[in-house]
């Protein structure tokens, strides 16, 4: 029978993929899309809880963290063509119009 | 049993597909892999018995938050940065919150099982389809008690859809 720990390890899985990949890599594009893994991950926790508690307060929150997701990805993916017409790169450690 | 094998396939298919979306060097690959991952992360909710998240996976993240990806890809120029180095020299700062990520988790889990939480940490085989109609119960709850944080987060999105269109438009 699966337990509630298949799914917290599987969720533990993705979320230190992601983690990996957002620390370690170096295109932006990548990085966001690392960033939608961690969030898959938090959401297969909520569904899994609400289905063990048997309430629906779970899938709600993963609506949430749907529509959090989709706006992120707007705004960072029009960051990105901003940068990318400014300066012509795409790799998170050459972004540094701040530094003099 | 049946449950079992759909949850190992597409646990599985999305861990896998995970690193593969991390490790290459192409980001058209990329973007790829993490269709396959995201489908992976649909069939968990089906398995769930979350046939409503199941719906909105596949139609919001793949079919429009993947679309926005490739699109990107495509106006962007990636051919210098994939010739270019992929990785930074992170990877003592990577291994370690992954370490520290795993530790918490483990604790987590050992304390739930030694302790008389045990009875907690085991899904019902049939909840007593306490969430049976789940499109009506997701509503319901998403338009009564859910009423504000569904409006704010209407307002979130228009907020993101201006910003994108500001971002993208002009020179900045």
Redesign the interface.
Known sequence: ??????????S??????????V?????V??I???I??IL?AV??NL??F???F????G??F???I??????????G??????F???R??????EMDLLKW | ML??IS?YFF?SL??IS??L??TRRN?VH??IF?VT??LA?AG??LQ???E??FI??VI??VG??MV??I???M????D??AR?????R??L??LS??VA??AQ?YM??HYA?SGVAEA??????A??A??EP?TL??GV??FTE?ML?FEI?SV??L???I??????KR??
């Open positions: 029978m699966l337990s509630i720990t298949h799914y917290l390890v599987l533990l899985a993705l979320f230190t993929i992601g983690v990996i990949g620390v370690t890599r170096r295109n594009i990548i966001l899309m690392s939608e893994l898959n959401n297969i569904v899994a609400s289905r063990l048997g309430s629906v307060e899938q709600v993963a609506i949430f749907i529509t959090d997701a989709a706006a992120e990805a707007a705004v993916l029009g960051i990105i063509i901003a990318f017409r400014n012509e790169t795409v790799l998170a450690d | 449950d079992s949850f646990a999305a861990v995970a690193i979306v991390v980001a990329s973007a993490l991952a995201l992360t968990i909710f769930l018995h979350a409503f998240l909105v996976q919001l993240y429009g938050i926005l990806f699109f990107v890809i106006l962007v120029n990636l210098v940065a270019q180095m992929q990785f930074n992170m990877w700062v990577a919150l992954s990520l795993g988790v987590v889990i099982h907690l940490f085991r899904v019902p085989p909840p007593a306490a969430l789940n119960s997701v709850s998403l859910y944080p987060a979130l999105l907020v993101a859809m910003g994108a269109v500001v971002m993208a020179r900045v």
